[in-house]
């Protein structure tokens, strides 16, 4: 696990052993315009609560119109501002397009997954590829070569990263939830409010010249914490 916050890049990728692979696009069903997470309460002994649904500006002019919601599961969360703005951050992270297939050198070997770090490469590759990625893995390790050779190989996976995947502002992000605390003293359903009933033609279904009669009945429901 690393920090939920931006941290500026302290090591520099310049090259790669092989080949390099670079997509500036991302696959279809990978580009959420909305998220939500599902986290445990710590104000209702860890039961199982569910933030509002977060929309990502701009996404769904980025994504031509077609909305694409993601739920995350942070059950690690004791908090619903906590798993707001973490699920805003993988939210924004599954957006960022750029990624990159390389074979790093033994003096990148200092990174591990979760690791911000800047990509320098020599042209004509630096113009489109070069800037800020996040290491999503990397697998250090020695391959036979020749008789009694060793060659060191550290497959690496990149995706691009931004201060703004990080950034939040919450008086204007963060969203009320009703999470009433637990009351342990309560042995039973509290009974709801006295229920009201409503008949005639403003609650009557009518289907071309029959007429159903319906009833309407309203009442509060019961305060009882956990009652829907």
Do not use: C
Not at 26 to 42: C, D, I, K, L, W
Not at 191 to 210: A, E
């Amino acid at each position: 696990m690393v920090p939920g916050v931006w941290r500026e890049p302290t090591h520099t990728i310049s090259e790669s052993l092989s080949g390099l692979e670079f997509s500036n696009d991302n696959p279809a069903g990978n580009m959420p315009t909305e998220v939500r997470a599902q986290y445990s309460s710590a104000a209702r002994p860890l039961e199982g609560a569910e933030t509002p649904i977060y929309v990502i500006p701009g996404a769904l002019a980025e994504n031509g119109g077609e909305p694409e919601a993601v739920s995350y599961d942070l059950s690690f969360a004791l908090d619903h501002r906590q798993a707001q703005r973490v699920a805003k951050i993988l939210g924004l992270r599954a957006r960022q397009r750029r990624t990159l297939s390389a074979t790093a050198l033994p003096k990148d070997l200092q990174l591990i997954a979760g690791d911000n770090t800047n990509l320098a490469l020599p042209e004509p590759f630096g113009t489109y590829m070069d800037g800020a990625y996040e290491v999503e893995s990397i697998f250090p390790g020695l391959d036979p070569k020749g008789d009694d050779g060793l060659a060191f190989r550290a497959p690496v996976f990149l995706r691009s990263t931004s201060e703004d995947v990080y950034a939040w502002d919450a008086e204007t992000e963060e969203q009320e939830v009703f999470d009433p605390n637990f009351d342990p003293n309560v042995a039973g359903v509290i009974t709801p409010g006295v229920p009201t009933i409503t008949t005639g033609n403003t609650v009557n279904d009518s289907t071309g010249n029959q007429i159903i009669p319906r009833a309407l009945f309203e009442f509060d429901p019961s305060p009882t914490a956990g009652v829907l």
